[in-house]
Each structure stands twice: as C-alpha cells, then as structure tokens.
C-alpha cells in the first residue's frame, strides 16, 4: 500500500478525497508571481501527483495570477473523474505582485468566471471564500456580503461547494448561517496550533479542516517566495493524537 493510499479518506461536499492532496501555490514563479521558470517541470509535477493518487489539488486563479491554474488545465485536462480541484476567491494581485483584497460583488464573480475559463470547467467543484480582514492569520470582520455573493453564484450553478479560508471561529459560525460549509482551510501545523479548539468544533459539525503550511511556513505578503513546505500534506494523527475523535483528522491543503 502506497503512503497516499495510508493517508485515508474522507468526504469534501459530495466527493471522497484522500487525506494527502497537492497544494499548488508554488507552481507560480517566485513570490507567487509570474510563471515558473521551468513550466514543463510544473506540468510534470501535477502529472506525478495525479499518478500517484492525488485526487484533491488546491490552487486559485490569483497564483500568479492565472499561471497555477492554466498550468493545471495544460497538465490535467480533460480531468480524471474523482480528481477534486478546490480554488479560492476574495483577492488580486498588484502590478508589483502585492496582494490585495478583491471582495465587490462584480470582484468576486469575476474571480469565479476567471477560474472557470483558466481551469476549463462549466462548474466549479469547491471555492474557499478567504477572509482578507488579517494576512498573517484571520482578523475580525463580518464575512456575510461577500460570502452572500458567492451563495448566490452557487444557486445559479457555477459553484457546487462553498468553504472559508483564513477564518476565525466567529466567521465560521456566520458562514453557516447563510450557506453550508464544506471545509475550512486555515494555517495549521504541529508548532502554529491556535485552531485546536476550532477543529474539534468543526468535527462535531462534521466539517472537514484542510490545513495550509502543514509541514510549517508563514505567510508573506511581498513578492518573496513563499515557503515551499506548503505542499499539501496532513499527518493522520495531526493533534497527536486528538483525544478519541479519528473524524477530526484534517485532511490535506
């Protein structure tokens, strides 16, 4: 049995992924910016980890932007039919690679359209709303105008699942409020541990935690390259262990 394979399962909307998926960020050229110096060695690094039973690839179409996802599409499609493609919404990227918040409501449904024409998709299968209030973790603020922008795309079918990014608990609870949530992906690893309480909360509920920086890493919001440990990746036992609650695992980022 194959590491992937050990990884486990487990159910992100109306799919099943395995526990190890890939993060694309750093398919991108340095700081998340531009392409990547060798981009056939970014298409032949989606095709291995496809190969190797990948079926959860994380991205969004402001890496680079547009890059992460064009590359995925000229790696990938047409897509396996398990293979889960999980992208985010709610910033854009500055002429000088900064980051910067994208939440109007013409913003965030241009995003998701953006995603779909560079992915090649009719719809999406899970888009992260990410909270833009903090860089270096979540920051206070009300979610409910954007998030209920994104509710309304998934009524008219271009959006299967919605989940949050970079959230606190208090947002997670005013997400649910006005759609349901799928998953919450936020920075988590065995030394940043400030979501263990929110993890058991979300396992109760049944709701999937995907850590970013697993393996460790920060945020950065210049053009430095990122950390390249953030390659999706979560251990089985994550909490080691979490006290009597195997549902609560996270799966991979």
């Not at 992924?17 to 060695?41: E, I």
């Not at 400030?194 to 909360?201: N, Q, T």
């Not at 920060?218 to 979560?234: D, L, T």
Request: aromatic share 6%; charged share 20%; net charge positive.
């Amino acid at each position: 049995m194959s590491t992937i394979d050990r990884s486990g399962t487990f159910t992100l909307g109306h799919r099943t992924v395995r526990r190890l998926g890939y993060g694309a960020m750093q398919l991108a050229g340095p700081g998340v910016f531009g392409p990547p110096k060798d981009p056939a060695a970014a298409v032949a690094v989606l095709r291995e980890a496809v190969a190797a039973g990948v079926n959860h690839i994380d991205t969004s179409d402001f890496y680079g932007p547009h890059v992460t996802n064009k590359l995925i599409r000229e790696a990938l499609a047409p897509y396996p039919e398990d293979l889960v493609i999980v992208t985010k919404i709610s910033a854009r990227r500055g002429e000088d690679g900064s980051w910067l918040p994208a939440l109007s409501p013409a913003e965030l449904t241009g995003a998701v359209h953006d995603n779909l024409r560079h992915l090649g998709l009719d719809v999406l299968d899970v888009v992260n709303f990410r909270s833009m209030f903090g860089v270096e973790g979540p920051g206070e603020g009300s979610i409910e105008a954007p998030l209920t922008v994104l509710a309304e795309l998934q009524r008219q079918g271009l959006i299967r699942h919605l989940g949050l990014s970079n959230v606190n608990p208090a947002q997670v609870a005013e997400g649910r409020r006005i759609c349901e949530i799928v998953c919450v992906q936020n920075h988590y690893n065995v030394v940043h541990r400030a979501d263990d309480g929110l993890i058991d909360e979300l396992a109760t509920a049944g709701i999937p935690y995907v850590p970013f920086f697993p393996l460790g890493g920060s945020i950065r919001c210049s053009r430095k390259p990122w950390p390249r440990s953030r390659r999706a990746w979560a251990p089985r036992r994550c909490r080691w262990p979490w006290p009597g609650c195997s549902s609560a695992r996270p799966i991979s980022c």
